[in-house]
C-alpha cells in the first residue's frame, strides 16, 4: 500500500538523473555559504594566533609613529585549513625563513598555532609557505632499499631531514665520522646500512676492529675486506696489530704522495681505507684489563691501540683514510683523548643523555639535550656537512639476516 502511494508521487524513472530542486540547490548554496564562512574565521583565527606568537618571540619590528609605538609582524596571505594547515607568508626586511624554524622559534611558534613543528619553503620574492606539521615528521620509519655505490666517491644514504631532504654521504668527501648512541637506539643499523651500500665500491676497503663480532667478521666471509678485519676478545692483541699495520700503510702512502698533490686519491690500487671501531670503548677496556708487560718489555696493548688509533685520526685523511667510530657514549677517556675526539668532522647521536649529546655536538647542542634523550630507535642529532647541528631519521635497514645477505650479496670479491 505505502508503496503504491510512492510510486504514484514520483514521475517515471528515465535512466538520467534529476535536476536538483529548489531545496537542494539552496542547501548546496548554503554549505558553500558556511564552508567560506569557516575558512574566513579559521584563516582570522590562525592570523591572530601567528601575529601575536610573532610579537611574543620577537619576530617583528617596532615601528615609531606619531601615536607612539607600533609592532608590525610578517604578512599572512592566504590560509589553508589543510591537513597540514598552511599559510602564505610574507617576510619583512632582514628576516630568513629559517628564523621561524630555528630551535629557538620553530618549537614555540608551531605549538601556539596547534602543531607539533613548523615546515617553511620559499614561494616568490619574499613569500614563504609556512606548514604546520601535525605530528613529528621523522615518526615514521623508512626502509633502506638494496642498493650499492659504485665508489667511495657516490654519496650514500644517511638519513633524511625534517624538511624532507635526504642526506647523502660520501665517505672521500668529510672526515672521520663518529656515532654515539646507548643500547638499542639505532647506531649498529646506521653502519649496517652504511657498510651495505659501500661493500661493492671497488675503491672502498671496509677494515677495522668489532669486539662484537657482528657488524665486521662472519658477514663479510668470502669478501675481499674480511681478511683486513678483527672481532671478538679472543685476542685482543690481534686488534692492537691491525691498528698498527694501518698505520704502516698509512705511512707508506704519505711518504709516496706524488708531486704537486697534498693527498692521497682513493683508486682501486690504493683504496679508501674504511676503518670501523665497533664498540671502541670496550676494545680500550678489554685491552687495558690484560697484563701489563713489565717496565722496559714493551708497551700496555691499551696504549698500542690508543696511539694508533689517534694517529689514524690526525694523519689519516690525506692517505684516504676514514675512521667510522661506535661508541655509547663520546667521553674523552673513553675514546682515547678529547684529541682524538675533536678529529671527527661528521658527528652522530642516538638516543643519548643531555650530557653526551653536548660532549659530541658542543654546547649550542645542550637545550636539545632533554627531548633527544628519550628519541626513538633510529633517530639521531648530525652535525657535519657544512650544516648546523639538526635531528635526522637513519633509514632502516632490517633484521640483522638482511644485513647479512646484503654484504654476501654486494660485498665485493677478490677478481678471479
Ligand atoms: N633507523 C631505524 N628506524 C627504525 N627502527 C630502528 C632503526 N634503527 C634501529 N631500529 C630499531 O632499534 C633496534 C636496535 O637498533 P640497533 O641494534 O641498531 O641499536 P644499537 O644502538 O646498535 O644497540 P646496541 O648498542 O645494543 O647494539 C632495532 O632492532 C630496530 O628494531
Same mark, same amino acid.
Given at each position: 500500500m505505502t508503496t503504491k502511494t510512492l510510486d504514484r508521487? !514520483?514521475?517515471?524513472?528515465?535512466?538520467?538523473?534529476?535536476?536538483?530542486?529548489?531545496? $537542494?540547490?539552496?542547501?548546496? !548554496?548554503?554549505?558553500?555559504?558556511?564552508?567560506?564562512?569557516?575558512?574566513?574565521?579559521?584563516?582570522?583565527?590562525v592570523t591572530a594566533e601567528f601575529r601575536e606568537a610573532c610579537t611574543a618571540l620577537r619576530l617583528c619590528q617596532y615601528v615609531s609613529v606619531a601615536a607612539g609605538v607600533t609592532v608590525r609582524t610578517p604578512r599572512v596571505g592566504a590560509v589553508h585549513g589543510g591537513p597540514p594547515m598552511s599559510l602564505s607568508v610574507e617576510l619583512m626586511a632582514g628576516q630568513e625563513p629559517a628564523d621561524f624554524t630555528s630551535r629557538e622559534n620553530g618549537p614555540r611558534l608551531a605549538h601556539s598555532l596547534g602543531g607539533h613543528g613548523l615546515r617553511v619553503e620559499p614561494l616568490a620574492g619574499r613569500w614563504v609557505r609556512v606548514t604546520v606539521l601535525n605530528h613529528d615528521p621523522l615518526r615514521d620509519r623508512f626502509g633502506l632499499p638494496s642498493l650499492a655505490v659504485n665508489s667511495g666517491y657516490e654519496a650514500l644514504i644517511l638519513g633524511r631531514t625534517e624538511d624532507g631532504i635526504t642526506l647523502g654521504h660520501a665517505f672521500t668527501d668529510a672526515g672521520h665520522l663518529a656515532g654515539q648512541g646507548q643500547n638499542g637506539s639505532g647506531k649498529t643499523n646506521l653502519c649496517y646500512g652504511l657498510l651495505s651500500q659501500v661493500a661493492a665500491a671497488p675503491d672502498v676497503l671496509v677494515t677495522g676492529s668489532d669486539i662484537t663480532g657482528l657488524l665486521l667478521g662472519r658477514p663479510w666471509d668470502g669478501t675481499v675486506h674480511r681478511p683486513h678485519q678483527v672481532v671478538g676478545t679472543g685476542d685482543v692483541p690481534a686488534h692492537a696489530v691491525l691498528l698498527e699495520d694501518l698505520v704502516s700503510e698509512m705511512d707508506r702512502r704519505l711518504a709516496t704522495i706524488p708531486p704537486r698533490r697534498d693527498k692521497i686519491e682513493a683508486t682501486?690500487?690504493?683504496?679508501?681505507?674504511?676503518?670501523? &671501531?665497533?664498540?671502541?670503548?670496550?676494545?680500550?677496556?678489554?685491552?687495558?684489563? &690484560?697484563?701489563?708487560?713489565?717496565?722496559?718489555?714493551?708497551?700496555?696493548?691499551?696504549?698500542?691501540? !690508543? $696511539?694508533?688509533?689517534?694517529?689514524?685520526? $690526525?694523519?689519516?685523511?690525506?692517505?684516504?683514510?676514514?675512521?667510522?667510530? &661506535?661508541?655509547?657514549?663520546?667521553?674523552?677517556?673513553?675514546?682515547?683523548?678529547?684529541?682524538?675526539?675533536?678529529?671527527?668532522? &661528521?658527528?652522530? $647521536?642516538?638516543?643519548?643523555?643531555?650530557?653526551?649529546l653536548a660532549m659530541l655536538h658542543g654546547d649550542d647542542a645542550r637545550p636539545l639535550g632533554r627531548e633527544h634523550a628519550n628519541a626513538a630507535a633510529g633517530i639521531a642529532y648530525l652535525s657535519g656537512l657544512g650544516r648546523d647541528c639538526e635531528r635526522i631519521r637513519v633509514p632502516y635497514l632490517g633484521e640483522y639476516g638482511e644485513y647479512v645477505d646484503r654484504i654476501q650479496a654486494h660485498g665485493r670479491r677478490a677478481a678471479s
Open positions: 508521487t !514520483r514521475p517515471p524513472t528515465t535512466g538520467h538523473r534529476r535536476p536538483p530542486g529548489f531545496i $537542494s540547490r539552496w542547501r548546496a !548554496r548554503r554549505a558553500e555559504r558556511d564552508q567560506t564562512i569557516a575558512a574566513h574565521r579559521l584563516a582570522q583565527a682501486p690500487t690504493t683504496p679508501l681505507m674504511l676503518v670501523v &671501531l665497533e664498540e671502541f670503548p670496550g676494545l680500550l677496556r678489554a685491552a687495558d684489563a &690484560l697484563p701489563k708487560p713489565k717496565r722496559g718489555e714493551g708497551v700496555p696493548v691499551g696504549d698500542r691501540i !690508543r $696511539s694508533a688509533v689517534l694517529r689514524l685520526l $690526525s694523519e689519516g685523511r690525506k692517505a684516504a683514510f676514514r675512521v667510522l667510530m &661506535l661508541a655509547q657514549r663520546f667521553e674523552a677517556t673513553a675514546v682515547g683523548g678529547g684529541y682524538a675526539r675533536d678529529q671527527f668532522a &661528521l658527528r652522530i $647521536s642516538f638516543r643519548v643523555p643531555a650530557d653526551s
